[in-house]
């Protein structure tokens, strides 16, 4: 039986990954760590503990008293944020794997650690976006993603380590607030649709990118570590995806359900710009090839779930 431990357990994945990996394995089995006090819900179901994930010595004691042989490693400073201070992001989110990575390979532990479509660039091909292509980034977040995949990777090669992970494409959820990403819009939408019947986007109403519903998106992960390593030809990380969307055709679903609904847009020339860098479609073949990869939610589904969760909130 799995025993796992969980760095940013607070964030948006980590609030939704915490609940489910409790449910499956046992909620002593998994141990929530996170800088401050997450909600009293994930605190209160089992095992949590205060960490500053880019101390190795603190993660590793954690490890090594919850006895752990998986860890997810979720801490890190997202796009948006890491643009307002670069050298921040790069402390943080590389500080912390680097920390996440000598106690896998000191304590033999299986990591997963997620990655981005931010990994990308301009140069990538836009649509589709292969799983092996040309990675030039163009952000922080996105450079310590990269930067993350390859030290990943050697960890792997040189020392042993069951290292895997996922480029996350926007992900869509009703629990934790947006972090500072520039995908927040695609959650912020619904809030302010249910609220006021209107909303104001920060990116161009054609702003095309791929996304997923958190569901979708904390199945991926686990099903990943739960993947046979023999089958695994790319560990770190492989593109997932679940559907293209742009503002303008979240708001025309939505409007399926809020008769009336309004966008408009104020362009944030950041956000936009990093939007831009990103593909508008990827080729996720290889996860579904490799560890049976395939999304439950699509976009019409993802709509009726979202705002009934939000109109009940």
């Known amino acids: 039986m799995k025993r796992i431990l969980v760095t940013g357990a607070g964030g948006q994945i980590g609030s939704w990954l915490v609940p489910e990996l409790r449910e499956i394995y046992g909620a002593s089995k998994v141990l929530a760590t996170d800088l401050r006090h997450p909600k009293a819900e994930l605190v209160d179901a089992g095992p949590f503990q205060l960490v500053d994930a880019?101390?190795?010595?603190?993660?590793?004691q954690a490890?090594?008293?919850?006895?752990?042989?998986?860890?997810?490693h979720l801490a890190a400073i997202l796009s948006a944020v890491g643009e307002r201070d670069p050298r921040v992001a790069w402390h943080v989110n590389m500080t912390s794997l680097e920390a996440a990575l000598e106690v896998a390979r000191e304590q033999?532990?299986?990591l997963f650690v997620p990655s981005s479509i931010g990994a990308f660039g301009s140069s990538t091909p836009k649509d589709p976006t292969p799983q092996d292509t040309v990675m030039r980034p163009e952000t922080m977040y996105g450079i310590t993603k990269l930067a993350?995949?390859?030290?990943?990777?050697?960890?792997?090669?040189h020392f042993g380590v069951d290292t895997r992970g996922i480029r996350f494409p926007g992900i869509v959820s009703y629990g934790a607030p947006p972090g500072g990403g520039t995908t927040d819009w695609a959650v912020d939408i619904f809030h302010k649709a249910v609220r006021h019947g209107r909303y104001t986007c920060f990116l161009r109403g054609d702003s095309q990118v791929d996304f997923m519903y958190m569901p979708d998106a904390v199945s991926a992960a686990i099903q990943l570590m739960e993947a046979d390593a023999a089958r695994l030809v790319h560990r770190n990380a492989f593109n997932v995806t679940a559907m293209q969307l742009t503002p303008e055709?979240?708001?025309?679903?939505?409007?399926?359900?809020?008769?009336?609904?309004?966008?408009?847009?104020?362009?944030?020339?950041?956000?936009?710009?990093?939007?831009?860098?990103?593909?508008?479609?990827?080729d996720d073949s290889a996860a579904r090839a490799e560890w049976g990869?395939?999304?439950?939610?699509?976009?019409?589904?993802?709509?009726?779930?979202?705002?009934?969760?939000?109109?009940?909130a």
């Open 148 to 157: 993350g995949e390859l030290l990943c990777d050697y960890y792997h090669a």
């Open 293 to 312: 990869w395939k999304p439950v939610y699509d976009a019409a589904a993802m709509t009726t779930d979202m705002l009934g969760h939000v109109r009940t």
């Open 249 to 282: 055709k979240l708001a025309a679903e939505i409007r399926k359900h809020v008769p009336g609904f309004a966008i408009s847009y104020e362009v944030d020339p950041v956000r936009q710009a990093i939007a831009d860098s990103w593909p508008r479609r990827i």
């Open 63 to 72: 490890a090594m008293r919850h006895g752990a042989d998986t860890i997810f």
């Open 108 to 110: 033999k532990c299986a």
């Open 54 to 60: 880019t101390n190795p010595k603190a993660v590793g």
